[in-house]
DNA sequence: CGGTATCCAGCCTGATACTG
DNA sequence: CAGTATCAGGCTGGATACCG
């Protein structure tokens, strides 16, 4: 990264420091977001709370499969984005409600049109990966 | 999962078991294809085929930091899923062409869509965590 | 050049137990 | 109810060495 540091010094960096990003710091962030999508758990938290708020215990009857520990994990990262909000109510039982934020909204909708390109092509890719799987020598040790 | 084996059989299957797909199943092909996306390589090494075929070396330099390891699992997952095209070209020294598929090409759409997404809000989200960070006890153990 | 094979450390995760 | 603490194991991914 920045391998241009041979001979003529690094050109022009801007001399107010505080607007200055380096497009690779710039990439790092995108791809950390891009990752969240990928986790496991994020959609599926997020999806859940698309129209409605929901408290810890049904979330984690929602999601199925996952664990106390993921679910609260899951949630603090979400919190911490800005992509929910955490609501405790002071009272016995105790009671925390989590619901979407207008950011997380946003980012579910992006996500949307993402998840209707895997539907619309899970055969495809299904049909690929048979092919594939088929075609190419799957280890013979006999 | 199919937890509902307690009384009342298993209700109607349709009978075309080559039709049929219960939606948790399309859920865990989409997630698995949205696991794709948040693949730490995925995207990066698509994104360098995006106008152009680059051989195995020239994407070892593009994408930085990669190994050669993981470069190879990646080609070999992305092929398989028919997302780009191997080419290799019998002579020496072997030389392999990597391109993208036009299902690769649409992939890439989509996900510019979310880069998009995660670009314009990436200052937002990185306030919310500083926010977050100096808002709540960040572990006090003096 | 374009891989494969092997080893191994680190992290992530689930299970379990306990608390305000 | 809504968590936190702790621990074991499995899987991921890097480093290294070697092959066609």
Not at 45 to 59: K, N, W
Request: proline share 6%; aromatic share 4%; glycine share 4%.
């Amino acid at each position: 990264m920045a391998r241009h540091n041979t001979s003529h010094a690094a050109p022009n960096p801007p001399a107010d420091a505080t607007e200055y990003e380096s497009d690779e710091q710039a990439c790092r962030q995108v791809l950390q977001i891009l990752a969240l999508i990928g986790d496991k758990w994020s959609i599926l938290v997020i999806g859940q709370l698309r129209d409605r708020t929901l408290r810890f215990g049904e979330l984690h009857r929602a999601v199925t499969g996952i664990s106390q520990r993921m679910l609260t994990l899951t949630l603090r990262q979400l919190e911490r984005d800005g992509l929910l909000s955490r609501t405790a109510h002071p009272a016995v039982p105790p009671r925390v409600d989590y619901a979407l934020t207008s950011l997380g909204t946003t980012l579910l909708d992006s996500v949307a049109a993402l998840a209707d390109w895997a539907n619309a092509h899970r055969h495809e890719i299904n049909d690929n990966r048979c092919r594939y799987d088929t075609t190419h020598p799957p280890r013979l040790p006999s």
